[in-house]
Structures are given as structure tokens and as C-alpha cells.
């Protein structure tokens, strides 16, 4: 009776103990996946000169960013974007968003054109929770170089979000990526193409490629120099802040036949946003 009581007792307490070491090694793994996320921080920056100091700096630590918006991919996922998976844009998308198609390694964010198990291209997009409006928009990536493929940094809002569909782009058709295309929309309305020639291959390394978006004005900037400028018609409403990259369907004259070339990726370090306001405060 009285070895059937210790044995008893004895169980009991190895079975507190064991249950002490599971919900610790919970608890760590929750603040390992807690440190991968990322918030926005307040902002501040300047025209040209700004653009131009910031891309040769380092994305600096969240809590001391000077962005509205940023988001350090060496970090992993930021909590202020969202996966695109499931769905289609169709017509010259030849291609189904999914969320295996975009990744977080090696320090970057990788966007991947591929195919599935029913021989079907896949390819990733990701974009931000929020809107946003006038501003200095910026990234630091690094665009596929392949007939028939498009890498993309831009924002975008529409008939999706109960919206008119106004849009400012940079975009790498990988026909040639020695090049970049500037473009925008304004309630729909497009054919805005400018072709800059870089005067580098912009798939064989990193580069920072930029917009400020004003009421009077687009102009695009390249590793912080000022390299187009827009005045006519421009977009107004709010838009995400969206990257992607797919291939194309019947636009062959725009982007070459597709080779049917598979994987694919577009690598991105870095995205931040300084809205206006931070921007006029900041020279004030």
C-alpha cells in the first residue's frame, strides 16, 4: 500500500515536470516567429536629395526608422503586407498568384514564376494591408532577366477596392533588363510608357528604384537620381503598395514569347514609404 502511494506520488511529479518543459519550449518558439515580424515607423526625407541619400543607406533598425513605411526583408515577412494566393488577374497574366510562389530567405523576399502538378504557371505577388497617398516610394530589388516575364514595383488601386483604377509603376520586362519602364494610370487610363536606359544590367545586382508622388507631378528616380518626370493627368486615389512578377499571354510584341524557362525569381532587400507630410516637416 505505502509503495503504491510513492509510486503514485512519484508520477504525479514527473508529470508537472514534463508538462513545465512543453509550455517553455512554446513559449520560445512563439518569440522566435514574434521577432520575424515587422511594424511601420514614422517618417521623415526630402526630394532628390533625400531619394538619393537614401538609397546608398542601410534600411535602418524598425524602431529607428525615419520611414512612414519600411519593411527590411532580411528580417522576414512584414505585418504590413499580405500574400496574393489563389487567384488570377488573367487576360496578359498568364499565371495564378500563389503563396509558395513568394518566400523569405536568404536574406531577401524571392517572387517566383514556376509551374504546379497540373502543369499550370504559378507566380508571386505581395502587397500592402493599407493605402497610401503622395509621397516618396522606394525599393531596393533585383528584377528577372527572361523573354516574356515582367518584375514589378508599383502601387495599385481599383475596381476591386470599390476604387477607379489608378496606378503608378517600375517595371523590368526581362526581354531586356538593361532597361526599365515608367508608366501610370489615371481612372483607367494608361499608354504613359517610358522607356530609361540604366546603363547597367539591373538583374546581375541590387539597385534602389524610386517615385515621389506629388499633386503636380510623378518623377522616378534610379539609385537616387532623378531619371523621368510626369505632369499630365495624374492618379490621385490612395493606392497598395504592390511587387510582382509574372509571365505574359498574347503581348508578345511588349515583353517576347515566354520560353516556357521555369523557376523564375525576382529578389527584393528592402521597401519603405515617407509620405508627404513627413517629408514637408522634415524641410521645414
Known amino acids: 500500500m505505502c509503495k503504491k502511494y510513492l509510486c503514485g506520488i512519484l508520477a504525479l511529479a514527473l508529470s508537472i515536470g514534463m508538462c513545465g518543459c ?24 526630402d526630394d532628390a536629395s533625400a531619394a538619393e541619400d537614401a538609397s546608398s543607406a542601410d534600411t535602418p533598425a524598425e524602431e529607428d526608422s ?16 499580405e500574400i496574393s494566393n489563389g487567384w488570377s488577374n488573367g487576360n496578359m497574366f498568364n499565371c495564378t498568384w500563389t503563396d509558395k510562389n513568394c518566400t523569405f530567405e536568404d536574406s531577401v523576399m524571392k517572387l517566383t514564376i514556376d509551374k504546379n502538378y497540373f502543369d499550370e504557371y504559378t507566380a508571386g505577388e505581395y502587397r500592402t494591408k493599407d493605402f497610401y497617398g503622395y509621397g516618396l516610394y522606394e525599393v531596393s530589388m533585383k528584377p528577372i532577366s527572361n523573354n516574356g516575364v515582367v518584375s514589378s514595383f508599383f502601387t495599385y488601386t481599383g475596381p476591386s477596392d470599390d476604387n477607379p483604377w489608378d496606378e503608378i509603376d517600375i517595371e523590368f520586362l526581362g526581354k531586356d ?3 526599365v519602364q515608367f508608366n501610370y ?6 499608354n504613359h510608357e517610358y522607356l530609361y536606359d540604366l546603363g547597367f544590367d539591373a538583374s546581375e545586382d541590387f539597385h534602389t528604384y524610386g517615385f515621389k508622388w506629388a499633386e503636380d507631378s510623378i518623377t522616378w528616380y534610379v539609385d537616387g ?17 504592390m511587387m510582382n512578377a509574372w509571365n505574359g499571354k498574347g503581348v508578345d510584341g511588349w515583353l ?13 532587400q ?6 508627404q507630410e513627413d517629408m514637408t516637416q522634415a524641410a521645414e
Do not use: H, M
Open 66 to 81: 525615419p520611414y512612414t513605411l519600411s519593411a527590411d526583408f532580411s528580417k522576414g515577412a512584414s505585418d504590413k503586407f
Open 22 to 45: 512543453s509550455d517553455s519550449e512554446s513559449a520560445d518558439n512563439g518569440s522566435a516567429k514574434d521577432q520575424q515580424t515587422q511594424s511601420a515607423a514614422g517618417g521623415t526625407a
Open 177 to 179: 533588363t538593361t532597361q
Open 256 to 268: 517576347n514569347a515566354f520560353d516556357d524557362t521555369v523557376p523564375l525569381t525576382a529578389e527584393y
Open 225 to 241: 537620381k532623378e531619371a523621368y518626370s510626369a505632369t499630365e493627368n495624374l492618379p490621385v486615389t490612395p493606392s497598395k503598395i
Open 185 to 190: 494610370y489615371t481612372n483607367g487610363t494608361g
Open 270 to 275: 528592402w521597401v519603405r514609404f515617407t509620405a
